[in-house]
């Protein structure tokens, strides 16, 4: 059975940062489809970075500047640095490897 699990939430005040990681059974060397996506309340599910296997790395506009997606390959886990966190940023932040999903881990960010 596939795993892959979201861990690094939490709450935080306005300005500060959060690590989240990924972890996957996965081989993922090769995996282009990787990124993490978020929910907040009320909200549908947004796309917020993508990396693909060469280390190519896509954004929502809202978090440009702000978050740094990355991978380490052979330890199987895509990492999300969140920097300068808003009220905003609030949300269950999940992981997707090609078509797996991870269960979520919370991000509350107070003002």
């Known amino acids: 059975q596939v795993q892959v699990v979201e861990s690094g939430g939490g709450l935080v005040q306005a300005g500060g940062s959060l690590r989240l990681s990924c972890a996957t059974s996965?081989?993922?060397?090769?995996?282009?489809?990787m990124g993490w996506y978020r929910q907040g309340p009320g909200k549908q599910r947004e796309l917020v970075a993508t990396?693909?296997?060469?280390?190519?790395?896509n954004y929502a506009d809202s978090v440009k500047g702000r978050f740094g997606i990355s991978r380490d390959n052979a330890k199987k886990t895509m990492y999300l640095q969140m920097n300068s966190l808003k009220p905003e940023d609030t949300a269950v932040y999940y992981c997707?490897?090609?078509?797996?999903w991870g269960q979520g881990t919370q991000v509350t960010v107070s003002s």
């Open positions: 997707k490897v090609v078509a797996f």
């Open positions: 996965l081989t993922i060397v090769s995996i282009n489809d």
């Open positions: 990396i693909t296997s060469g280390g190519i790395t």
